[in-house]
C-alpha cells in the first residue's frame, strides 16, 4: 500500500462549526505533515509529527488543531474557522522528517474546504 | 522572500521534444531536492529527487541537474509526453529542518500532440 488517503474529499463549514480532516497512511511511515494550499500557491507547511509528537508548528493559528493518535492516522481539528481559511488541505507523510536520504514526501488527494 | 523560485508560470512544449523547467534558490543550508507533479484537484505526486553531494539524478524520461555554484536546478522530461501536462513544484529542505519542505510557486506544462 503506497497511498495516503485523505477525508472527506470535500467540506463546507460555517463559521461557527466544529469539524475534523482525517488521514491514514499504511506505509510504515513515521512523519505526517498538514499543508495548506491556496489557489495558484505553493503548498504551505503547518505541521509536523514525528514519531507521534509534533515536532513543528508553523505558527499556525489554534483555530487548527492537530492530533496524531497513532503512527498510521493523523487528524486536523476544526474550529471557528475564518472566510480566507478556505483552500485544499494536504497531507503527506515520509519515512522519517530527520534523515536526509528519506524524505521524499508522499501527499494524500487533500480535503477541498470552503468556509463560509 | 522566497527561498524557492520558479520564474516562469507557464511552460508549453511540442510532444515529443524536451521540456526543461527551472528552478533556482536562495538558501544555501538546502541540500536535498524534489520535484512534485501535481493535476487539478489531486495531491503532489513525487518525481524525483537530487542530493547536493550529486549534480545529476535520473528516472526513466526524468533527468534532475543541480548547479550548487548557481543555486540552479532543472527537470528535463525527454520525450515529452501529453500525459505529462501538469503544475510541477520544485521543492528544497535541509537536514536539520525535520522535514519542512519549502515549495516553489510551481511551473505549469503544456503538452501540446
Known amino acids: 500500500d503506497t497511498e495516503v488517503t485523505q477525508t472527506p474529499k470535500h467540506l463546507v463549514m460555517g463559521m461557527t462549526n466544529k469539524k475534523s480532516l482525517k488521514c491514514e497512511q499504511h506505509m510504515g511511515h513515521r512523519a505526517m505533515y498538514w499543508y495548506k494550499q491556496k489557489a495558484k500557491k505553493p503548498p504551505e507547511l503547518m505541521f509536523v509529527y514525528s514519531y507521534e509528537k509534533l515536532s513543528i508548528n508553523e505558527s499556525v493559528p489554534s483555530r487548527f488543531s492537530p492530533e496524531c493518535p497513532n503512527s498510521s492516522l493523523l487528524n486536523l481539528h476544526l474550529h471557528a474557522l475564518q472566510p480566507e481559511d478556505s483552500a485544499l488541505y494536504l497531507c503527506a507523510s515520509s519515512r522519517t522528517s530527520g534523515m536526509i536520504s528519506y524524505n521524499e514526501q508522499f501527499f494524500g488527494p487533500g480535503t477541498r474546504l470552503t468556509v463560509l | 522572500d522566497q527561498q524557492v523560485k520558479q520564474n516562469s508560470p507557464s511552460l508549453s512544449v511540442q510532444e515529443g521534444r524536451i521540456s526543461i523547467l527551472n528552478c533556482d534558490y536562495t538558501n544555501s543550508m538546502f541540500d536535498y531536492f524534489l520535484w512534485y507533479k501535481k493535476y487539478p484537484a489531486e495531491g503532489p505526486t513525487f518525481l524525483i529527487s537530487?542530493?547536493?553531494?550529486?549534480d545529476k539524478n535520473e528516472d526513466g524520461r526524468f533527468t534532475v541537474f543541480l548547479n550548487k555554484s548557481a543555486k540552479h536546478l532543472s527537470l528535463h522530461i525527454v520525450p515529452s509526453q501529453p500525459g505529462d501536462s501538469a503544475v510541477y513544484f520544485c521543492a528544497a529542505l535541509y537536514g536539520g529542518s525535520q522535514g519542512n519542505l519549502i515549495f516553489g510557486k510551481g511551473t505549469k506544462l503544456s503538452v501540446k500532440p
Open positions: 537530487i542530493s547536493s553531494i550529486k
